[in-house]
C-alpha cells in the first residue's frame, strides 16, 4: 500500500497550499470547487467553503463510493463494492489551484479519489492516469499531449411543440467564415482569457464547419496536466456561455443533422528534451503499431458515449478506419507534419471526443502505444486515400457503444490496465447508457448529450 501523500499537508511548507490559502482571502474566493470525472465522463465534484479550505486540503471531502457506479442519467448501477455502503475522500491536488474567471467567487482544483486512509483508490480514474505515467516512465519516456476540442455555441431553447429543449446555433456561417469570427466574437475573447487565466495557453482559434461550431486549441502539456486542462476547458466553455445567456455543448453530435464535435488527442513521446517521434522513426511505428492494435477497444474509452458513434463514421473526417498516414484526416491516427522547420512532429488520434473521460481515455492510449514498443508491433501500410474508398480493405472501428465494449472486454491488455474495480464499474455504466438510449428515440438521445456534455 502506498503511503498517504504528505504534499497536502498544511502544517508542513508547501508552496502550493501556501499560495492557496492567501489568494482565496485576497480575492474573495468563497467556494473551492473539488472536481473529478466520473465513469459517464460527467465532471463532477465537491465545494469547500473558504472558512474550511485549510482542513479541507489535508482530507478531502467525503464522498459515497456509489458515485463511480453513476451513469450518465443519474441511474446508479449494481456494482459490487460500489453501493450504499462505503466512503472515499475527494482529495484536491493543490498544484491545480484556479479562480474559475466564469464564475466570480469560486476556484476549482482537480482532485483524487483516495481511500479515508489517504491511499489511492482503485476506481479513481486520475490515479489510472497517474500509474499508466509512472509505467511510461519506467520505461524512460514523457508523454507530451493536448485535446483540440470541438463545440457546438447557441442558446438552448424550448421545444414549441413541448418536447426536449432544443439547442439552436449560434449562426449558420461556413466553415472558417470571417463572418463566423464576427458573430462569435465577445464570447470568444471572454473564453480565451478565461483559459488564459487559469494558465491554459490558447494556441488557435476559428469557426468550425457546423452551423455554431467552433474549434479552440490549447497548447499541448505533460499527460495528467493535459487531461486536466480539459477538464477545465470543458467547464469553463460551458460556464462562459451560461454567463451569457447561452449555452455550449462538447457532445459529440449535439445536433443530428450537423457536423460532430471531436476531441482530436494529439501525442508525442520524449526523452528528456528530445521528441522520440523525430528522432527515432522505429520507435513511432511501434507506438502506432500499438494504438492500431488495440484501436476497436481503445474506442470504448476515448468515444465514450452512445452519441459519439453517431460521429465516428467514414466520410467525416472522424476517423472510422483503423489506419494510420501522413496527414490523412479520414485515418483514425494522422501522423501530423511540423509547422515550419523548428516545429515537432506529434500523432493525432481523430476517433476522441469530449464525452470521454480524459484520464480513462489518455491513461489507455498510453498503455496501447506502450505495448507496441515493446512487442514491437507493425502498423502495417501507410494509407494515403480516404480508407472508405477501398470497400474491404481496411477494419471499420466499432459503428457502436456496445461494439466497442465487447473489444474492450476482449482486450487483455486494457482489461488487465483498469484493473477489476475500475473495469467492471466502467463496463456496468456505459452498458447502462447503451441499454437507456437503445429504449429511447433519437430525441431523447440528443437532449440528454446537449445537456450533459
Not at 439547442?167 to 471572454?190: E, N, Q, R, S
Not at 466499432?398 to 475500475?422: I, K, Q, V, Y
Amino acid at each position: 500500500m502506498r503511503d498517504r501523500p504528505s504534499a497536502t499537508k498544511i502544517n508542513q511548507p508547501d508552496p502550493h497550499v501556501r499560495r492557496i490559502l492567501e489568494r482565496a482571502e485576497l480575492e474573495g474566493i468563497e467556494l473551492i470547487r473539488f472536481l473529478y470525472a466520473d465513469h459517464g465522463g460527467v465532471i463532477r465534484g465537491k465545494a469547500a467553503s473558504r472558512s474550511r479550505l485549510a482542513e479541507r486540503l489535508d482530507t478531502g471531502i467525503g464522498h459515497t463510493v456509489a458515485m463511480m457506479a453513476m451513469n450518465m442519467l443519474d441511474q446508479l448501477q449494481e456494482v459490487e463494492h460500489l453501493g450504499p455502503v462505503g466512503e472515499v475522500r475527494i482529495v484536491p491536488d493543490p498544484s491545480t489551484f484556479v479562480p474559475l474567471p466564469h464564475a466570480p467567487g469560486a476556484a476549482a482544483m482537480l482532485s483524487d479519489l483516495r481511500n479515508p486512509d489517504g491511499s489511492p483508490w482503485d476506481a479513481c480514474a486520475r490515479t489510472f492516469l497517474k500509474d499508466a505515467i509512472g509505467t511510461l516512465a519506467d520505461e524512460g519516456y514523457t508523454l507530451l499531449a493536448a485535446f483540440e476540442p470541438e463545440f457546438t455555441l447557441g442558446r438552448r431553447l424550448p421545444d414549441p411543440a413541448g418536447g426536449f429543449d432544443r439547442l439552436v446555433p449560434l449562426d449558420d456561417t461556413l466553415c472558417y467564415a470571417g463572418t463566423g469570427f464576427d458573430t462569435a466574437h465577445d464570447y470568444t475573447i471572454k473564453l480565451i482569457r478565461a483559459l488564459e487565466t487559469q494558465g491554459l495557453r490558447v494556441e488557435h482559434y476559428h469557426p468550425e464547419l457546423g452551423p455554431g461550431q467552433q474549434e479552440l486549441s490549447v497548447r499541448h502539456a505533460p499527460a495528467l496536466r493535459a487531461a486536466d486542462n480539459h477538464v477545465l476547458y470543458r467547464e469553463t466553455v460551458r460556464g462562459i456561455a451560461m454567463r451569457m445567456s447561452m449555452w455550449a455543448s462538447l457532445a459529440p453530435k449535439p445536433l443530428a443533422d450537423q457536423a460532430g464535435n471531436g476531441a482530436h488527442l494529439h501525442l508525442s513521446l520524449w526523452n528528456d528534451t528530445q521528441n522520440l517521434f523525430a528522432e527515432d522513426d522505429e520507435l513511432r511505428e511501434c507506438f502506432i503499431g500499438g494504438l492500431i492494435a488495440h484501436l476497436p477497444a481503445l474506442t470504448a474509452l476515448t468515444c465514450g458515449s452512445v452519441n459519439s458513434f453517431r460521429r465516428l463514421a467514414p466520410r467525416t473526417w472522424a476517423g472510422a478506419y483503423a489506419v494510420h498516414g501522413p496527414d490523412n484526416r479520414e485515418a483514425a491516427i494522422r501522423i501530423c507534419s511540423p509547422l515550419g522547420e523548428s516545429g515537432e512532429p506529434n500523432l493525432e488520434l481523430k476517433p476522441s471526443d469530449s464525452s470521454a473521460n480524459p484520464y480513462l481515455s489518455l491513461g489507455a492510449v498510453i498503455h496501447a502505444g506502450l505495448d507496441g514498443i515493446r512487442r514491437k508491433l507493425d502498423p502495417g501500410e501507410a494509407v494515403d486515400v480516404d480508407p472508405d474508398t477501398r470497400p474491404g480493405r481496411y477494419r471499420r472501428l466499432p459503428a457502436s457503444l456496445d461494439e466497442a465494449l465487447d473489444a474492450l472486454e476482449a482486450d487483455e491488455l486494457l482489461m488487465e490496465a483498469l484493473g477489476p474495480l475500475r473495469r467492471s464499474a466502467y463496463l456496468a455504466v456505459k452498458r447502462s447508457e447503451a441499454a437507456a438510449f437503445a429504449a429511447q428515440d433519437a430525441s431523447y438521445e440528443l437532449f440528454h448529450h446537449m445537456r450533459v456534455f
